[in-house]
Nanobody, 125 residues
Framework: VQLQASGGGLVQAGGSLGLSCAAS????????MGWFRQAPGKEREFVAA????????YYADSVKGRFTISRDNAKNTLYLQMNTLKPEDTAVYYC???????????????????WGKGTLVTVSS
């Protein structure tokens, strides 16, 4: 599957931004999907994950209550709604897909099967 994230941009602290990730192919619904981010000088970190049928979601503590992950399998699209943004949310955001097992009770690792090109989110103070 090929993934393409979009929707990044510049936003003031406290603002909102929505990201999308378009997937090619007909098997989108068979993948566990996740969002990751990488800030300058830091390692890539997990942000949020969603199960194949949207029945389970999991968030990093740093974004819990502010970000919402969702997916539309009919449109082959993954979303990340980001509210109450903080300067520390500034990063390149990546979507990723995995074919493996996930029960929704832990964050996804960086060994995902497929990665999209990132989209830059900049939050000004």
């Amino acid at each position: 599957v090929q993934l393409q994230a979009s929707g990044g941009g510049l936003v003031q602290a406290g603002g909102s931004l929505g990201l999308s990730c378009a997937a090619s192919g007909r098997s989108f619904s068979t993948y566990v999907m996740g969002w990751f981010r990488q800030a300058p000088g830091k390692e890539r970190e997990f942000v949020a994950a969603i199960s194949r049928n949207s029945g389970a979601t999991y968030y990093a503590d740093s974004v819990k209550g502010r970000f919402t992950i969702s997916r539309d399998n009919a449109k082959n699209t993954l979303y990340l709604q980001m509210n109450t943004l903080k300067p520390e949310d500034t990063a390149v955001y990546y979507c990723a897909a995995d074919r493996g097992y996930w029960n929704g009770n832990y964050p996804l690792g960086r060994n995902m099967d497929y990665w999209g090109k990132g989209t830059l989110v900049t939050v000004s103070s």
